[in-house]
């Protein structure tokens, strides 16, 4: 998914959770790149595979699995900023916004 995408995807999950603010823009536009990141060189090592074979015949690790491994560790990092990691979200403060209702106005006493 691309990462206007999982920016919107993730907004609306923070949104659900009542966490989400206008001044976290960045930072969660930040985390849907590395997600991106993540999906991008996890096809790349799927099609290529995690290692090759060099011209001296030396067996070598893909510069893609290092770039995924620190893609993912930044991003289980950001989740984690936003309480979107199930050990996160013990720690978070998360309210959901009861919906008005419209017959309150007769729950007051006269």
């Given at each position: 998914m691309?990462a ?5 995807h993730?907004s609306a999950?923070?949104d659900?959770?009542?966490l ?9 536009a ?8 993540v999906?991008?060189l ?5 099609d ?11 067996w070598?690790a893909?510069?893609e699995?290092?770039?995924?491994s620190?893609a993912?560790?930044?991003?289980h990092?950001l ?26 106005q007769f729950d007051?006493?006269?």
């Open positions: 691309p206007d995408g999982l920016y919107a993730l999950i923070l659900g959770m009542g989400a603010k206008p001044v976290d823009a960045m930072a969660l930040l985390l849907a790149s590395r997600l991106e990141e999906e991008i996890t096809a790349i090592i799927e290529q595979g995690r290692t090759y074979q060099s011209d001296t015949g030396l070598k893909r510069t699995v290092a770039q995924r620190e993912m560790r930044h991003a990092a989740l984690t900023e936003f309480g979107l990691t199930a050990a996160a979200r013990s720690k978070v403060a998360a309210s959901i916004p009861e919906a008005e209702n419209p017959f309150a007051k006493p006269s």
